[in-house]
């Protein structure tokens, strides 16, 4: 079973998307910042991390280089979500699978994820 790290202060979507996800058959761990989400990654190696670019305490772009200067974590596929265009994401970092402009339906996120995990669950 793949585990994917969801890591968004908004509540009710990372509860929408980790009972979405978990139904479809992935372990999902979820946090509310950027330092709760590196923490969980320790603790639940991910396959894949879903990022909100903007959080409180350590935000997207910090979380993702954290990861890529970590090893363990620096392979792991990110899908960066935001309400802004991805042309201001991208400006501010890099280094994630694929961008996810909010709000989106589950099959654009479901077709990233399969591409990202290379066909499944």
Do not use: W
């Amino acid at each position: 079973m793949k585990t994917i790290v969801i890591i968004d202060d908004e509540f009710g979507l990372a509860d929408v998307l980790e009972a979405t996800l978990s139904d479809s058959g992935y372990r999902v761990v979820t946090a509310s910042n950027g330092e709760q989400g590196l923490h969980a990654m320790h603790e639940h190696p991910p396959d894949l991390v879903i990022l909100d670019y903007m959080m409180p305490l350590l935000d997207g772009p910090g979380v993702l280089r954290a990861m890529r200067a970590e090893p363990r974590l620096a392979t792991v596929p990110v899908i960066m979500m935001s309400a802004m265009p991805e042309s201001v994401v991208s400006a501010r970092c890099s280094g994630y699978f694929a961008f996810l402009r909010k709000p989106f339906g589950f099959d654009p996120l479901h077709a990233i994820i399969v591409r990202a995990l290379g066909g499944g669950s």
